[in-house]
T-cell receptor
Framework: GDSVTQMEGPVTLSEEAFLTINCTYTATGYPSLFWYVQYPGEGLQLLLKATKADDKGSNKGFEATYRKETTSFHLEKGSVQVSDSAVYFCALLRWGAQKLVFGQGTRLTINP | DTGVSQNPRHKITKRGQNVTFRCDPISEHNRLYWYRQTLGQGPEFLTYFQNEAQLEKSRLLSDRFSAERPKGSFSTLEIQRTEQGDSAMYLC?????????????FGDGTRLSIL
């Protein structure tokens, strides 16, 4: 079945550091890929998405590129801020399906 | 766009009691989803509605669980005879109905604690 594997957390960085959170997937066909962010006590917010190979999703300084050859969708940011501290979820949506499949989440803490 | 609204935010109940949660989707969204999230895990799909029709149910949705969306607007999720293992965050999401792979927008969830 479809699955998403994320880099184990927690991840702790200093402010202004470079961030990478790895995400790989297994799916039939070519799914759409998403990154969601969850702040403490809140639901999930859509951060960015990509719907086909080589698409780059970007938002709020975060980027991720849909790599079909490596079945990956790694999240990156050039300079993180304390306010980026949250849990990040990678997810896929198989074409024609309605069920999002999530990874286990990666907790990110940014220290000033 | 007022966002997806879920009530209550927290529910504490004793084992064996029934509980009901409500979800109000974004007004122009005709697809509505329920997910369950346990501590330290990603959300898991429970069920999905297109308008008032329940089109998909996960095997996670045991016969103690029932979801409805009677007029194609708000939805309720009821859990009967709650068990300790039902303790989780229950998330609702909605999306537009046109086309496939529309992004799903989530509410803040209802956290259920079973004593």
């Amino acid at each position: 079945g479809d699955s998403v594997t994320q880099m184990e957390g927690p991840v702790t960085l200093s402010e202004e550091a470079f961030l990478t959170i790895n995400c790989t997937y297994t799916a039939t066909g070519y799914p759409s890929l998403f990154w969601y962010v969850q702040y403490p006590g809140e639901g999930l917010q859509l951060l960015l998405k990509a719907t086909k190979a080589d698409d780059k999703g970007s938002n709020k300084g975060f980027e991720a590129t849909y790599r079909k050859e490596t079945t990956s969708f790694h999240l990156e940011k050039g300079s993180v801020q304390v306010s980026d501290s949250a849990v990040y979820f990678c997810a896929l949506l198989r074409w024609g399906a309605q069920k999002l499949v999530f990874g286990q989440g990666t907790r990110l803490t940014i220290n000033p | 766009d007022t966002g997806v609204s879920q009530n209550p935010r927290h529910k504490i109940t004793k084992r064996g009691q029934n509980v009901t949660f409500r979800c109000d989707p974004i007004s122009e969204h005709n697809r509505l989803y329920w997910y369950r999230q346990t501590l330290g895990q990603g959300p898991e799909f429970l069920t999905y509605f297109q308008n008032e029709a329940q089109l998909e149910k996960s095997r996670l949705l045991s016969d103690r669980f029932s979801a409805e969306r009677p007029k194609g607007s708000f939805s309720t999720l009821e859990i009967q005879r709650t068990e300790q293992g039902d303790s989780a965050m229950y998330l609702c999401a909605s999306s537009r109905g046109q086309g496939d792979n529309q992004p799903q927008h989530f509410g803040d969830g209802t956290r259920l604690s079973i004593l």
